[in-house]
């Protein structure tokens, strides 16, 4: 059986984002994302957590992250539209549904680029310890608030270049540690090789509950991967390039953060990790790199600068989503001459604003209250793509549908132990100050969002119907 084929991608009523990005494009601007300052200097704080046994949970997570991006791809190959996963989850699941987790997510997106700018002037503080850091994050806002009122394809050509730095340093490190690793070079004083996966009290030094609390730690670092689903409605040819980046950007964000890690704890004991700065520019120090520290600052820099672009990017694209259902003010639908959506980019411009009044109020509480934020926000997201996905497909199974050539392998069962994954992070979190903050945090943004609900138009609670793209069974 076959639906009905439509000749290019679906489009909306009104006005649509052009369709620029290529498969490079939406393959980086995913591991931009997903591969920012947390893995650079955020690792250690996993590896204190759990020890060595660390790799564990990072492959755990690895595999839901795989599982929740092959469902929400199937979705985006077969509706190929803007605002992704809010629109599936208007559709699949109800409009309130897509109301919570579009202004769930477009809300973590702003909330991490506040903190990714904070970061932008602290780095930028190592060489410029004179200037004050405000200077710095504003230079930084508008920067990337300039790059995203460019058309979409330079956008994706810059977050190619931004997330390709990254990337290098990583390969380059996880080469370097393998040299030091082989030719049994010492590092700091340590000797290198796998018996620092076993000794300082074993692999697993906390037991399994370590590995149990260090999962909440590993998903927030594996968070933003969804975003590669913001661009469908800009993509050439969706049915084509998005289950080729969904099939490979998790298995290579899992393999950078596991062989790098991996890497790092063969190197020295797990308990001395991060313990003089990024665990990065030890093992640069390491290689004799001069200026190793000025290095590794430069890149953390640019993934700061990166993570910016592509949340700045993902919000964006949400809020446009939201506008086309009613969520929205109509306003946050019109596009620029270059196909850019410019009352979003302004309200985000905005709130970068606010976030450097906060940045004055309370620097030593901006962290945890954005970790705190994006944690849940996080896990409600990837938890509503898989509902979303189990109910498009329970509709499919009952009217006699194709499910299509791309599908999510051994349906139902993986979504079910996707969603239970999920409602185990959210109980884990109540063991630990910051992840009962989430919680508390999660809990008054979800009961903001139905407050402000209830003054949503009758457009805003309709279920959209989304045309389908061609697909074959």
Known sequence: MQESRTSTPPTTSGPSLERKLSLRHIRFIALGSAIGTGLFYGSAETIQ???????????IAGCVVFTVMRALGEMAVRHPVAGSFAQYANRYISPLSGFLVGWTFAFEMVVVAIADMTAVGQ??????????????????????GGLNLLRVSVFGELE????????????????????????????GGYQPGLHNLFDHGGFAPFGVW????????????????????????????PAQAIPKAVNTVPMRILLFYVLSIGVMLCLFPWNEIGSEGSPFVQVFAGLGIPAAEHII????????LSAMNSIFYAATRTMFGLA?????????????????PLWPVALISVCLLIGLGLYFWIPDQLFLIVASIATFATVFTWGTILLAHHRMRLEL???????????????PVLSYLGLAFMVFIVFILGFSEAGRTALVVGAVWTLMLLIAYRFVGPEGRRRIELETAEIQG
């Open 397 to 411: 199974r009952a009217t006699g549908q194709p499910a299509g050539n791309y599908v999510l392998p051994f349906w």
């Open 123 to 144: 780095y930028m503080g190592m060489w410029y310890p004179d200037a004050p850091g405000w200077i710095w994050m504003l230079a930084a806002m508008l920067l990337i």
């Open 49 to 59: 957590a759990a020890g060595p046994a660390v790799l564990v949970a990072y492959i």
């Open 210 to 237: 370590g590995i149990v609390m260090s999962l909440g730690i590993v998903v927030f670092s594996f968070g933003g991967i969804e975003t590669l689903g913001m661009t469908a409605g800009e993509t050439g040819d």
């Open 160 to 187: 190619f270049w931004f997330t390709l730095v990254k990337i290098v340093t990583i390969i380059s490190m996880i080469v370097g540690g393998l040299y030091l690793i082989i030719f049994a070079v010492q590092v």
């Open 324 to 340: 086309e259902q009613g969520n929205a003010p109509a306003s946050f639908g019109r596009l620029s001459r270059n196909g850019i």
């Open 297 to 304: 600052n430069a890149v953390v820099l640019t993934a700061a």
